[in-house]
């Protein structure tokens, strides 16, 4: 059972809220949920000692073990699963709202946390089409691909995350988009001076462009062994060629000739569209990555808006390749 109390001739007597009471339960909420005093402390802003310092005080306080450690870990005893269970929800809710009201405050409109290469080769040109729906409801993107929290979306003022993963968010509302296809895109003269390969045996002898993580802790070279598994070909090294940090980067290498890049089709919608990357093979293969919109509350109001414009423009994008670029 939980106190929080002083003994006074053997009688716990209650002491009720103050602020030392909320800040020691704020910092055992974040060691509760990073599971160590010395990963919880960069987000508390103080040393590992310091911590442990607060949560020595919260246990005096309330008469209770609320942690046990094991061996740089923690984990919560009886006391603790108590009470975690009863405050995790409710500083989750003021943070929320304390978020709204910032973002009121400033005026900055939907802040949207989107993946590199999506924000720049996909998003960004098309947000002229979101504001002539939305009766110019401002969009501030930034371009990050970090996995995502709730705490990080809270404690960063972010309304929206556009995520291309596989990951399972347990703590953020998610809206399937759409799973991405994949396939190889070269430039035209690549393609001639190679002798206008078409079948999948030329990948033996020609540069093939990675990028080297297409999403957070993805296997290496998961995107070219998918697809060439898919193509009954997985005696093709799927390892060689060249690796960039994002998929842009990549996608340019080809636009400069250097070889064939996976393309996403969403990434290479636009190149397809006006010749500057072709599809020498037809097929397409999926990976199980998708795109995913988060949130940290339920998709209603502007959210629920622009989850609605995005799905329809990344649909738009696709049905343009499958329907008017396949070879």
């Not at 059972?1 to 055992?28: A, E, H, P, Y």
């Not at 969009?139 to 995520?163: C, P, T």
Request: with cysteine.
């Amino acid at each position: 059972m939980l106190k929080s109390s002083r003994q006074t001739n053997g009688t716990n007597i209650f002491r009720g809220l103050d602020t030392s009471l909320i800040g020691g339960l704020w910092f055992f909420t974040v060691v509760a949920r990073r599971k160590g005093f010395g990963v919880a402390a960069p987000e508390l802003y103080v040393t590992q000692g310091a911590v442990s310092q607060r949560i020595r005080d919260l246990e005096r306080r309330l008469g209770a073990k609320l942690f046990v450690r094991i061996g740089r870990t923690v984990s919560l005893t009886a006391a603790g699963e108590e009470l975690f269970g009863v405050i995790n929800g409710s500083f989750h809710d003021i943070q929320t709202k304390i978020a709204a009201f910032a973002r009121e405050q400033q005026q900055v409109g939907l802040v949207v946390s989107c993946t590199p290469s999506l924000a720049m080769e996909w998003l960004l040109p098309r947000l002229s089409s979101w504001y002539s729906t939305s009766s110019n409801i401002k969009v501030q993107i930034r371009a990050e691909y970090h996995r995502m929290n709730r705490e990080i979306m809270l404690n960063e003022n972010i309304d929206v995350a556009i995520r291309y993963d596989c990951e399972n968010y347990d703590d953020l509302h998610v809206v399937d988009l759409m799973e991405e296809q994949i396939f190889p895109v070269c430039t035209s003269s690549y393609w001639n001076d190679n002798q206008q390969f078409c079948d999948v045996s030329a990948l033996d002898r020609l540069t093939l462009l990675h990028d080297a993580e297409p999403w957070v802790g993805a296997e290496p070279d998961i995107e070219w062994r998918g697809w060439l598994g898919a193509q009954g070909a997985p005696k093709i090294d799927s390892g060689r060629g060249e690796r960039y940090n994002l998929a842009q980067m990549a996608t340019r290498a080809a636009l400069l000739h250097e070889g064939l890049a996976m393309g996403r089709s969403i990434l290479v919608a636009d190149y397809l569209a006006d010749g500057r990357l072709i599809r020498p093979f037809g097929p397409a293969a999926t990976t199980g990555a998708r795109y995913r919109l988060l949130t940290t509350v339920p998709v209603d109001g502007t959210v629920a808006l622009f989850a609605s414009w995005l799905t329809d423009a990344l649909k738009s994008s696709a049905d343009s390749i499958f329907n008017d670029h396949a070879t």
